[in-house]
Each structure stands twice: as C-alpha cells, then as structure tokens.
C-alpha cells in the first residue's frame, strides 16, 4: 500500500464516523444520515506516491465540484458529497502516460 494511503483511508474513515447520526425520538431509532466522499491517491509507475499534482473533481452531471493539490503523500480528496459518479482529473498530466487503476 503506498505511503499516506492509510492515513488518508483513516481521515475518510474518522468523516465517516462524525456524518453517522442515530437519534431517537421516545424508543423509535431513526434513519442514519451517511457520508460519501472521494479519496484520491496518485501513485507512479514504480507504486511511489507523485505529491503536489493538482486535481479536479467534477459531479455526475459534468459540474466541477472542486478543485485541490495532492499532499506529500500524493493524497487528496473531498467529503460530505453527494452519492453519485464522479471523475477525477489530473490536468497538468499527459493523459497518454497514465492509466486509470
């Protein structure tokens, strides 16, 4: 697993747990309210991890919904998002050198 994956899979994880709401009203438990978010990580050829690449994010119906930098660990991402498909680009890369995993 590249290095910061972890980390990164732990931050979803801990915005996961804080968008998970039970509450009950007199015994009656209701719905939980969930969390969708994307966690981006940009490895090279050689499973090493390429930080600082700038990213966009853009919604199913083809909206940006934000734009950012990989950390040093070649990490990034958004939470709180809508449930849907999203695509992730890397403008600043030749789309011929890389692959989608």
Do not use: H, K
Not at 10 to 38: H, K, L, P
Not at 73 to 93: A, H, K, R, T
Request: proline share 7%.
């Amino acid at each position: 697993m590249p290095p910061g994956r972890p980390e990164a899979l732990a931050r979803a994880g801990r915005a996961a747990e804080r968008e998970f709401e039970r509450t009950s009203t007199q015994g009656a438990v209701q719905r939980c309210r969930s969390a969708t978010w994307i966690d981006i990580v940009l490895v090279g050829e050689d499973d090493e991890p390429i930080p600082g690449e700038r990213f966009e994010v853009y919604r199913p119906d083809g909206t940006l919904l934000g734009e950012g930098t990989l950390d040093e660990s070649g990490c990034g991402g958004f939470e709180n998002i809508e449930d849907g498909q999203y695509e992730v680009c890397f403008p600043d890369l030749d789309r011929a050198t890389w692959e989608r995993a």
